[in-house]
């Protein structure tokens, strides 16, 4: 019998949390403020992303923000609840935190930018493992404009934009379009908003009716060896195999590709 979704609101409504079968679907709701973040809404998305990584069902998350006009157009800077405001009781940031936590996690990210990715909203960018945007997105690093700079962002966007386009970005303020997201590669598709709920299906899909113990462990090696030296990574990936090899997953699929039949993944 197929289950139907389930949603769930998370600080305070700020957060949209949806589960549909294997596909967890996060959405920042705040449309009005162009989904722009609180402290509240980062440290939802940090459990949230902490819940998925140990619930073995989660197959694909998806991160996205409501409405049209924007992904995530970075901190809130009204007063309040903003990320600006210091909190010297944390040893961590709330920013810091949600970082820690998706890089920790091993199941695939897929960002629906659907619209301005801007400031912070750009480290969320960075955090998925692939995107599909809009072809009226826009994505950019204002905050020298106002007289700060992306630190914490820079953490996930060094090896994802080339240095000399980071650089630009970073000290001018000034966005790059889509089309020029896409050409450099930091994005995987471009559509019209129209089609961008299809494409994002269709990659969701591609992810799902593959083995999931097989792209956590693929995921987890792939964060692995970021920091190591040729010799270290090929001693690490060289010994990651033999364990790959002994899962049911691995057996299954061999068994299925020797059979010519649709493989029967069971995640472990």
């Given at each position: 019998m197929n289950q139907s979704p389930t949603?769930?609101?998370?600080?305070?409504?700020?957060?949209?949390?949806?589960?549909?079968?294997?596909?967890?679907?996060?959405?920042l709701n705040r449309p009005q403020r162009r989904n722009a973040v609180t402290n509240d809404v980062m440290i939802a998305l940090r459990d949230a992303f902490l819940a998925a990584s140990a619930d073995t069902s989660v197959k694909v998350i998806v991160l996205s923000g409501a409405g049209d006009k924007a992904f995530?157009?970075?901190?809130?800077?009204?007063?309040?609840?903003?990320?600006?405001?210091?909190?010297?009781?944390?040893?961590?940031?709330?920013?810091?935190?949600?970082?820690?936590?998706?890089?920790?996690?091993?199941?695939?990210?897929?960002?629906r930018i659907n619209g301005l990715c801007l400031a912070g909203g750009?480290?969320?960018?960075?955090?998925?493992d692939m995107a599909i945007a809009v072809d009226t997105a826009k994505f950019g690093l204002p905050e020298i404009k106002i007289g700060i700079?992306?630190?914490?962002?820079?953490?996930?966007?060094?090896?994802l934009i080339p240095a000399r386009v980071l650089n630009r970005m970073s000290m001018t303020g000034q966005p790059i379009s889509a089309a020029a997201a896409l050409s450099l590669g930091i994005v995987n598709e471009v559509v019209p908003a129209a089609k961008l709920d299809e494409a994002v299906d269709v990659l969701v899909a591609e992810l799902v009716a593959?083995?999931?113990?097989?792209?956590?462990?693929?995921?987890?090696?792939?964060?692995?060896?970021e920091s190591m030296n040729f010799h270290e990574m090929m001693s690490f990936t060289e010994t990651s195999i033999p364990s790959m090899i002994q899962t049911e997953d691995a057996r299954e699929g061999l068994a299925a590709f020797n059979e010519k039949r649709t493989a029967q993944w069971t995640g472990r």
């Amino acid at each position: 019998m197929n289950q139907s979704p389930t949603t769930h609101n998370a600080a305070g409504g700020d957060l949209l949390v949806q589960r549909d079968r294997a596909v967890l679907r996060l959405t920042l709701n705040r449309p009005q403020r162009r989904n722009a973040v609180t402290n509240d809404v980062m440290i939802a998305l940090r459990d949230a992303f902490l819940a998925a990584s140990a619930d073995t069902s989660v197959k694909v998350i998806v991160l996205s923000g409501a409405g049209d006009k924007a992904f995530c157009a970075g901190a809130d800077l009204t007063p309040g609840d903003t990320p600006f405001k210091p909190d010297f009781s944390r040893l961590q940031s709330p920013l810091g935190e949600l970082t820690r936590a998706v890089h920790a996690c091993d199941v695939p990210i897929v960002g629906r930018i659907n619209g301005l990715c801007l400031a912070g909203g750009m480290g969320l960018f960075g955090m998925c493992d692939m995107a599909i945007a809009v072809d009226t997105a826009k994505f950019g690093l204002p905050e020298i404009k106002i007289g700060i700079f992306p630190m914490q962002i820079l953490t996930v966007l060094r090896d994802l934009i080339p240095a000399r386009v980071l650089n630009r970005m970073s000290m001018t303020g000034q966005p790059i379009s889509a089309a020029a997201a896409l050409s450099l590669g930091i994005v995987n598709e471009v559509v019209p908003a129209a089609k961008l709920d299809e494409a994002v299906d269709v990659l969701v899909a591609e992810l799902v009716a593959l083995s999931p113990i097989a792209l956590r462990r693929g995921k987890y090696a792939m964060r692995a060896v970021e920091s190591m030296n040729f010799h270290e990574m090929m001693s690490f990936t060289e010994t990651s195999i033999p364990s790959m090899i002994q899962t049911e997953d691995a057996r299954e699929g061999l068994a299925a590709f020797n059979e010519k039949r649709t493989a029967q993944w069971t995640g472990r």
